[in-house]
């Protein structure tokens, strides 16, 4: 859990929204809902991101949740994944991951088929 960095009173926050394009049966389980916790927890741990790569702070939620398999020697499809959430920067598409389980919109164990 994130300590809430917002002590800047002055507005001065990151801008984050996502793509609103029509989600398919294939990716469905990150809904607006879970959005809003990915947006709640962007906007009270890191209310001040900037673009490392081009300085800008606007920035888009992905509208899929991804992962990136264990590697153990090689790649093992069915084994433990690390779900991430894409965070692109609206101006030069640097592409930010962050852990779903950490920012709270997958709960440890959570079956993300259904
Ligand atoms: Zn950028």
Same mark, same amino acid.
């Not at 394009?21 to 809904?31: T, V």
């Given at each position: 859990m994130? @300590?809430?960095? &917002?002590? &800047?009173?002055?507005? &001065?926050? #990151?801008? $984050?929204?996502y793509f609103g $394009?029509?989600?398919?049966?294939?990716? #469905?389980? +990150?809904?607006d809902k879970k959005k809003e916790v990915a947006i709640r927890w962007l906007n009270r741990c890191l209310p001040n991101l900037k673009c490392e790569c081009c300085g800008e702070g606007k920035w888009i939620l992905s509208d899929n949740i991804v992962t990136m398999p264990n590697y153990t020697g090689g790649i093992v499809l069915g084994g433990n $994944?690390?779900? @991430?959430?894409p965070l692109i920067c609206s101006n030069c598409g640097n592409t930010k +991951? +962050?852990?779903a389980i950490t920012m709270?919109? $997958?709960k440890k164990g959570e079956d993300t088929n259904g």
């Open positions: 994130c @300590h809430d960095k &917002n002590k &800047n009173p002055d507005g &001065n926050r #990151a801008s $984050i929204s $394009i029509p989600m398919s049966d294939n990716n #469905a389980f +990150f809904d $994944i690390l779900p @991430h959430i +991951f +962050f852990n709270g919109v $997958i």
